[in-house]
């Protein structure tokens, strides 16, 4: 017999000063295949027009639609219900701008992010356009291209204690995609240039190293072997930041 859900939706519009933070529920009947961007979609047309929450690509790879499901951060879009239990429990993910209900602004951190850490090439080449497009060993090229499918979802943030104390902490995303320029062998970046931005207790030597990052994260990147090597790497970079101090004294 085909269950019927139970959903608690986080309901709140900081935009209307007579909204109140609260949880709403809403039931449906379970449909086969059933997932939470079919669900919510059906709540928002058959029963409040007015439920706010994001989605675009419906596909696990725009990250628009990431929120707190049953406790943990993760895509509405691949999550089927099936999986989870009649009573399911919908949060926008901590640690960004509130939309509104489960909408967040997750655009603003991580342009800010991507500021902060200069997530781009750095290269003294002039740009030449009529130049071939510089050849990349392959194996290099996919080493690149593992830590460069992140969707910038936003989880690893919202799952992240240190992130959420710390508003300036970086987070496993930023250190991923640091760990990503220093692997591209066009990044003219030394050791020193990264450890100004990553070296300190905002970057990898804030984070505490519990991985709850890789456990949310949906695209299965593998957070804990980057955090490894940068602590590994910035902690040498430290020693020698530290010797060529002492020798100059
Ligand atoms: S391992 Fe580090 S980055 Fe990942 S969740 Fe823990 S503190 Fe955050
Ligand atoms: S690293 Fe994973 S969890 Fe974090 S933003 Fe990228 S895709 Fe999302
Ligand atoms: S809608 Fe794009 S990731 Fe879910």
């Given amino acids: 017999m085909a269950r019927i859900l139970q959903f608690n939706i986080f309901r709140y519009n900081p935009n209307d000063p007579d909204s109140k933070p609260h949880l709403q529920s809403f039931y449906l009947d379970e449909t086969p295949n059933l997932n939470l961007f079919i669900a919510l979609n059906r709540i928002r047309e058959e029963q409040d027009p007015s439920l706010m929450f994001d989605f675009c690509c419906r596909a696990a790879i725009c990250g628009a639609c990431a929120m707190v499901i049953n406790g943990k951060p993760g895509l509405a879009c691949k999550t089927k219900t099936k999986d989870l239990p009649e009573q399911i429990n919908l949060l926008p993910l901590p640690g960004f701008k509130l939309v509104g209900d489960l909408s967040v602004d997750?655009?603003?951190?991580?342009?800010?992010?991507?500021?902060r850490i200069e997530a781009w090439v750095h290269s003294t080449?002039?740009?030449?356009?009529?130049?071939?497009?510089?050849?990349?060993?392959?194996?290099?090229?996919?080493?690149?291209?593992?830590?460069?499918?992140?969707?910038?979802?936003?989880?690893?943030?919202?799952?992240?204690?240190?992130?959420?104390?710390?508003?300036?902490?970086?987070?496993?995303?930023a250190l991923n995609r640091i760990a990503r320029f220093i692997l591209d062998p066009r990044d003219e970046r030394t050791d020193k240039d990264y450890f100004e931005i990553v070296g300190s207790d905002q970057g990898i030597f804030g984070c505490m190293g519990l991985l709850a990052c890789e456990d949310v994260c949906p695209k299965n990147i593998p957070l804990q072997d980057q955090l490894g090597y940068l602590r590994r790497k910035m902690g040498i970079a430290a020693v020698k930041n530290y010797l060529s101090w002492r020798k100059k004294k």
Avoid: H
């Fill in 106 to 115: 997750t655009g603003t951190w991580f342009r800010a992010m991507n500021e």
């Fill in 125 to 173: 080449k002039e740009f030449d356009p009529s130049a071939e497009e510089e050849r990349m060993d392959n194996a290099l090229a996919e080493q690149i291209y593992e830590l460069d499918r992140c969707i910038e979802c936003g989880c690893c943030i919202a799952a992240c204690a240190t992130a959420q104390m710390r508003p300036d902490f970086l987070g496993a995303v």
